[in-house]
């Protein structure tokens, strides 16, 4: 990893990128944020269109080189305790991933993980990592396969909500044959946030795969949630929502 020796204090990049998020935040939705998300980090109110744009403006940092940018936003990521300062490091990479991928972005991001305390960092992780399963499989799925077989309920739903970019056009890139494997184990999870990334998961796949998911659900009715099944069949028409709904009802009665 590139060292900052002789570089600008840790602090004064901390600094500069707090200040200038702060004067777009507002403190009242802030606190509203972090209580509604349950995270303990502190949070500015920085709506996504407004850091986006901050971001994409740039910071002071941003003339080093390209791995020197990338051991600041990594320090940043494990030493800061504004929840912006994280969204704002996976709003760099976000755009640059989906272009190209650098060769030491995996070894760097793969730890950021163990920061997240919340679904909407462990979503923005999981799209950050989605473009590196993308771009190098070999070296991603396997790591996705051990979060997937923790405890931890945000690795859990990194390990899945990875499997897809986001939503809508070319947002199923994996095979089923790993992609549902993952599904399963999560399966009989019952925490909530991980039950809503199973459901959202199936829901996306099944615009690819319909009639492979369809039988999927059907084959694991008994196991999959009320609140999974819901949301796997938003796109599915009512008379096919109506027969999965039954039939989950009469498996279970």
Known sequence: ?????????????????????REIGN???????AKDRGS???HLGVRFPALRKRVKEGFSFY?????????IWDRLWHTSPCGDVLFAALEYYAPLVRKRVSPALWEVVRHWHGRVDNWCHSDGLASLYSWILASD????????????????????RISIVSLIHYSGKNAV????DRALPLVTTCL??????VQKAVGWVLREMGQTYPDEVRAYIEAHITA???VALSRAVERRSPSVKAELRALREAARS
């Not at 570089?7 to 998020?21: F, G, N, Q």
């Not at 070296?139 to 859990?156: D, F, K, S, T």
């Not at 890139?173 to 089923?176: A, D, V, W, Y």
Request: glycine share 4%; net charge negative; with cysteine.
């Open 137 to 156: 499989p070999d070296e991603v799925y396997p790591q996705l396969v051990e979060w997937n077989r923790a405890g931890n309920q945000w690795l859990r």
């Open 27 to 33: 403190p009242r939705l802030g606190a509203r944020v």
């Open 40 to 42: 303990s980090m502190k």
């Open 63 to 71: 003339d080093l080189s390209e791995d020197e940018v990338l051991a």
């Open 173 to 176: 890139f994996m095979p089923l």
């Open 1 to 21: 990893m590139t060292t900052l020796k002789n570089r600008c204090p840790l602090d004064t990049w901390h600094d500069e990128v707090v200040d200038a998020l």
């Open 188 to 193: 009989g999870d019952e925490r909530e946030y």
């Open 224 to 226: 999959i949630s009320a």
